[in-house]
Structure formats: C-alpha cells, structure tokens
C-alpha cells in the first residue's frame, strides 16, 4: 500500500481540461462562482465522479460531494476543495485538491483497494467570494458556521441571489447541507505565496489558516465642479476612499508582523475626470494568525474611518463582507501529513497559510488538514499561477497515502 502512488499525467490532464472551461486568452482562466462557466466545469467534475463510480449528491447550497464506499458504513475520510475562481485566476488554485482526490480515487479503483471508512472527494461553493461574499461560503454552510438562508440570499453586483443563480445553472440540490458529514478532512492545495519556492522546499504541512476580516465601506459626500469648488469646501468621496485604501496600508506597516491589508476594489461615482465623486465604495481586507492583533487592526481601521467622516464631511457606511478567526488545524493530522511526506521522501516545512480555506471551516468540527505544493514565484490570483507537474505529484502522492492511513484498507 505504502508503494501506491497516483499517475501525475493522468491528473495534469484532468487539470488542463477543467483549465479550457473558462480560459482567458493568454492563459489563466475565468469561472466565477454561479457562472456558466462554474456550471460547465461543474458538469465536468461531476461527470469524472460518476465516471470512477463515486456516489454523487449535490446540497441546498450547491456544494457537490462524490462517496466511494468502504468496507463499513459510516463517515467518510473527505477531500476536495473549491473549483471557482476568481475573474483573474489561474488553473491550480482549488482546482488542484479536487482533481487531486479524483486521481487518488482512480489510483485506488485501479488498484483495487477497499478502505475501511468510504472517502470521499468534494468541490464546494464559492470559496473564493469573489463575486459573492463570504468566501468559503459552501463549506462554511456545511460545516454550520454560515447560515444556509443568508447565503442563499445573498446577492451579486446585479442583485441576483446565489439562491437564484443556483437554480440557473442547475445546482439548487435537494439534500441538507450537513447530509454527507466528514470523518476527517484534508485538502491539498497551493501555497500561493513564496515560502516554499525560496526555501526550496516541496511540501508544506499547514498548521492554520489566518484570520479574514473584509469590509466594505460606502462613502457618500457631495458632487461638484473640479474647477471652481475651492478645496476647502468639498465633501469629497474619491478622496475619501483613497484615503480609507491609504490608511489601512499605513495600520499593517505600523503594526508590523503577520499583519496585511488590502484594499482591492474602489469604485468610484460618476466616476468621471472633472467631477468631484458623490460615491464610492472601497473594500479592506485585513488578515493576521493572531486574533488580538487582527481586532486592533479592525479597531484602527474603525478610528481612521470615524476620523474621516469628521473631517471630509462625509457619511460612511461599513458593512463586514466576511469575518472568520484564525484556526489550527489539529495537531495529530498535521504531524501526520509532515510524516507521510518525510517518509515518501520529502522536504517539508510547517507553516500557516496565508489564504482562506475550504479546510479551515471543517476544522472545528473534525480533524482537518492541509498540504501545500510551491508556488512559482509565489504568485496566485493571477493568471500566471503555476506549479510544476512534480511537485503537484509530491503533494497528490502524499494525500493519497495521508487518506490511505486515514480510512484503512481492508
Ligand atoms: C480565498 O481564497 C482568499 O483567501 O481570499
Ligand atoms: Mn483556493
Ligand atoms: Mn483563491
């Protein structure tokens, strides 16, 4: 068992079809969660599942999950991740762990190979919250941190709801969210960031996922002429924003640490060269590994948007568009990755991501983990995210035998 190992061509090819189905002219691809695109692949992925003989449901929110039966019933040992992406996304990113547990799944029909608890491989909705928010929306409502209602309510910049969208593309499922439950989760994933690459290393065993907190502030201030409204007297929310963007850039580099901030949309009303805005809309992103710090980093954004309103004259309205604290993941699994990968030959670091995960809503819930591959160049959310064909079969390799010794064989 322990000399089992997938077949990488068979996975890259997987990974190179589901990457044709949204592609964008030059490479990297498109599917927005609820797209047509999202429904294509996910006919795709589906389609491969019931190929290898997966038992197929799909849940109230969308999220598909495939069982391969094991020698007694009960909870299977799962895999999987997310096969969204966002507008500017490349073909690894989520991608990767869901074909992942299918090539572990034909490695083993191939073999012959009953486990002991059934397994399974699931692709969930919307992780990525690019288009809806939260991210990890699909996983999050199975593992009951996020309220199936509100999410399915929740609406798209042209007021469509993922409810609606989700009967659209034919993936309103009928089961309960909660239907398959996990025995253990792991995920195979992207690094998507440097750490790897520099170190020269090929597995990463993750310890824990930062915490997330996004808000989206709406500014309302006044429009005007740009020529002969005197800079004195303008309420102006361009700036604003601008400086909303600015001030939680300055809070992270103050901080120091793990401490990031991100402000990726700004949206500007009537957005035009010589009209002082009236609107804007601007998002903040804030991540850090330690609770405490992340909730000062919130309670600086709030003073410095307070401050604002004083003084440029303005309203400002902040919604929270996600907030998840930092998880760890537990112990036992994450030696167990670091251990498996050694013992197939393996450089390995513990680290903590830096990205959200399907696998961090599982966490509290049942023994969760991750295995991290490099990332070149450590780039991800971009078109040019790539890692290599061997280092996608290091990281398949060890999930495989980290799902073997999970479920047992028979
Ligand atoms: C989700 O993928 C995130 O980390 O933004
Ligand atoms: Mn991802
Ligand atoms: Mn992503």
New binding site residues.
């Given amino acids: 068992m322990n000399n089992l190992r997938i077949d990488i061509d068979r996975l890259m090819r997987r990974i190179r079809a589901l990457g044709e189905i949204g592609a964008l002219e030059g490479g990297g691809v498109c599917r927005l969660a609820l797209s047509d695109e999202d429904k294509a692949g996910r006919d795709l992925v589906v389609r491969w599942m019931r190929e290898l003989g997966l038992d197929v449901t799909v849940d109230r929110i969308g999220n598909v999950i495939g069982v391969r039966a094991g020698a007694v019933q009960g909870p299977p040992v799962m895999t999987g991740s997310h096969i969204d992406t966002v507008a500017t996304g490349g073909l690894y990113?989520g991608n990767l762990g869901v074909l992942a547990g299918l090539e572990v799944i034909e490695t083993l029909n191939e073999a012959g190979i009953t486990t002991h608890h059934p397994l399974a491989v699931g692709f969930f909705t919307n992780?990525?919250?690019a288009r809806f928010a939260p991210?990890?929306m699909g996983s999050g409502v199975h593992q009951g941190a996020l309220s199936l209602e509100e999410c399915l309510a929740t609406v798209d910049s042209d007021g469509v709801s993922v409810g609606e969208h989700l009967e659209r593309i034919g993936y309103a499922g009928n089961v309960a969210a909660d239907s398959v439950r996990a025995r253990a989760f792991v995920e195979l994933h992207v690094e998507q960031g440097p750490v790897l690459e520099k170190e020269n290393i090929v597995i990463g065993a993750v310890t824990g996922v930062q915490g997330?907190s996004w808000t989206q502030y709406t500014v309302t201030g006044t429009s005007n002429h740009a020529g002969t409204t005197p800079m004195n007297l303008r309420h102006d929310a361009g700036y604003v924003a601008a400086a909303i963007a600015t001030g939680a850039r300055r809070i992270a580099r103050e901080m120091g640490g793990d401490q990031v901030a991100t402000s990726g949309v700004i949206e500007l009303a009537p957005n035009l060269v010589n009209v002082i805005a009236c609107r804007a809309r601007v998002t903040v992103?804030l991540r850090n590994t330690d609770e405490q710090a992340l909730q000062r980093a919130e309670q600086s954004m709030a003073d410095e948007v307070a401050m604002l309103t004083e003084r440029e004259g303005v309203a400002i309205e902040a919604r929270t568009l996600a907030r998840f604290a930092p998880v760890e993941f537990d112990r036992e699994m994450v030696d167990r990755v670091a251990d498996t990968a050694e013992a197939l030959g393996h450089s390995v670091k513990r680290m903590p991501s830096?990205?959200?995960?399907d696998a961090q809503m599982f966490a509290p819930n049942c023994p969760a983990a991750m295995i991290f591959v490099p990332s070149k160049d450590g780039i991800s959310?971009n078109v040019h995210e790539y890692t290599a064909p061997g280092e996608i079969r290091a990281g398949a390799d060890v999930l495989l035998q980290v799902l073997l010794s999970l479920a047992g064989s028979e």
């Fill in positions: 990113d992780e990525e919250g991210d990890m997330i992103d830096g990205a959200g995960h959310h």
